[in-house]
């Protein structure tokens, strides 16, 4: 039974094994795991009580929200195919945040039962605490470094793709990301345009193609190590400093 964005996300069985190997596990063809959600419905929200599992993205993004001090809604986190949306529920009785689906979405509902060491969903975890760090550092960096880093790390195309694969999917919206980073749509647009005109990136509708990753790599390197380094890293920084 097909689910409306506004409903109780709905179970399937599982569309393919490629989803699952997206998360390191057998795929499940029983469909008691999986749980299938349109664009713009809600994985769990603010105030709901935690079930005591984590969603492991087999297909499709993830946005979490939560509200500011002033009431307004903020994106705290973009999450795609091999992210776990929920950790930072776990020891809590009701959800601080809400969680929507992006685009159509298809997540493997993991208890916390199955997160023992040397399985591949901990190891998922371990990389995605890895990323959460660097991410906080990436949104005290200059802009441009800030959507270098933001391109670098959306995901392929394809959902089986290697995430070296030049091709990528934008999965929300400019409004989105300028949320997500802390800056306004605006600028966005114009620093994806400046990486286009430098021959940096293509972009058609929700596509993005990655021409030259060496350069987007050298300008979001600096945010992605150090606070120290993120403060002063476009200090003398040039475009004939940055690779070919």
Known sequence: MKSTPAGTPALLHCPSSSCCA????PCDRTGDRCLRLERG????????????VLYAICRGAVKTCELSVGGQQRIAGIHYAG????LG????????????????TVVYVCPYTELVDGTPLAALLSQQIARAQRERLLLTAPAEQRIAAFVLGLPPIHPCANRQ????TMPMTRAEAG??????????????NRFQRLHYLTIHRTE??????????????PAMSSPSNSAHASDGMGESDIPA
Request: proline share 3%; aromatic share 8%; hydrophobic share 40%.
């Open 22 to 25: 997206n998360i390191g596990r």
């Open 41 to 52: 419905q809600y994985l769990y929200r603010t105030s709901e009580p935690v079930l005591q």
């Open 83 to 86: 992210d776990v949306v929920g």
């Open 89 to 104: 529920t776990i020891g809590l009785r009701r959800h601080y945040q809400s969680a929507i689906a992006l685009t159509d």
């Open 165 to 168: 694969n030049p091709v990528r």
């Open 179 to 192: 949320a997500y980073l802390g800056m306004a749509d605006t600028t966005i647009s114009r620093m994806l």
């Open 208 to 221: 993005l193609t990655i021409c030259n990753a060496d350069a987007l790599t050298y300008i979001a390197g």
